[in-house]
């Protein structure tokens, strides 16, 4: 049987997500094999995501060693793929999503969200909401994968830090010492896996279809969907969130501005049925009210080099 090739970031976390496919198609009898590619945005750790000035760092690398052959399937967190996947490239599975919510990893006590503080993070979203909820601190950029980042948080005198609950949970690293910050409006997917492979490959598309998980990939193309009309990329302050009860999607998109003292949001529910366009219809919302004038400022400062968008 033809062995199906597993490419993957090298880091604890993407080798742990790659880990967990490989099992899954193991246990429904596929033969598989990791292949573990360096990414640019794991090499250049000095400057952040932002200047870099590529949406879908993370996810470059896998796809060039994808269409030249040497993997067969890249398995991501889907947070971190753009919208407009590579031509050649498709979803081929979205696993049950995980917790979406993003945590504060502070250092024992949370006195100081009451006075002056100094939380780090990489994500502009994060920064933006953590600045709308707390004008008065100031917020550090942190980059590196998970265990560098917890590292860095102990190395230096910040309060706190804010990671995705997804990813120390998977790795077994959430320290005793956090809050869920359940006011947050997450990134478009977060929490979820994407596992992606050729258009053509008939034999592999076929084994991650039963991979799939139908309530996550609706809520995920929800908003994707969202992020794609507001046109964001992977790296604007824009945080949306879908779920599914009685077959009604309820649906929450925030956008902020790059300092966080304006905050759109836009809220609405939709049955099951009429799901397809409904990213597209909330994201048109928000930008008839606003949204478009302040992604238009958002642009000005981050003016994207090269982007998959």
Request: with cysteine.
């Amino acid at each position: 049987m033809r062995t199906i090739r597993i490419g993957t970031r090298d880091s604890e976390l993407a080798l742990w997500q790659a880990n967990t496919v490989k099992d899954k198609l193991e246990q429904l009898g596929f033969s598989t094999e990791l292949v573990p590619v360096k990414s640019t945005g794991d090499i250049i750790l000095d400057k952040p995501l932002y200047e870099l000035g590529i949406t879908g760092i993370f996810t470059k690398t896998l796809d060039v060693a994808m269409l030249a052959g040497k993997v067969d399937i890249a398995v991501h967190s889907m947070k971190d793929v753009p919208t407009l996947l590579p031509k050649g490239i498709v979803k081929a599975a979205v696993l049950k999503r995980a917790p979406s919510e993003d945590i504060l990893v502070h250092k024992g006590t949370t006195d100081f969200l009451e006075q002056t503080g100094t939380i780090a993070t990489g994500s502009l979203r994060r920064k933006a909401q953590w600045l709308n909820k707390y004008p008065t601190h100031k917020v550090e950029d942190l980059r590196g994968n998970v265990n560098t980042r917890l590292q860095k948080l102990k190395d230096n005198p910040w309060n706190g830090a804010i990671f995705a609950k997804a990813g120390l949970e998977r790795i077994n690293l959430t320290p005793d010492n956090h809050t869920v910050l359940d006011w947050m409006v997450p990134a478009p997917a977060q929490g979820a896996m994407l596992v992606v492979a050729m258009e053509k490959d008939d034999f592999t598309l076929n084994a991650l279809s039963k991979l799939n998980d139908e309530e996550t990939d609706i809520c995920t193309h929800i908003e994707r969907d969202f992020l794609r009309t507001l046109e964001g990329g992977c790296t604007a302050p824009i945080g949306a969130i879908a779920t599914m009860a009685n077959n009604q999607i309820a649906f929450t998109g925030a956008l902020f501005s790059l300092d966080g003292k304006q905050k759109l949001m836009v809220e609405k529910s939709v049955a099951k049925e009429s799901f397809s366009n409904f990213g597209n219809i909330c994201a048109t919302n928000l930008l008839e009210n606003g949204g478009l004038e302040m992604m238009k400022e958002i642009r000005k400062v981050l003016k994207p080099k090269t982007t998959n968008e």
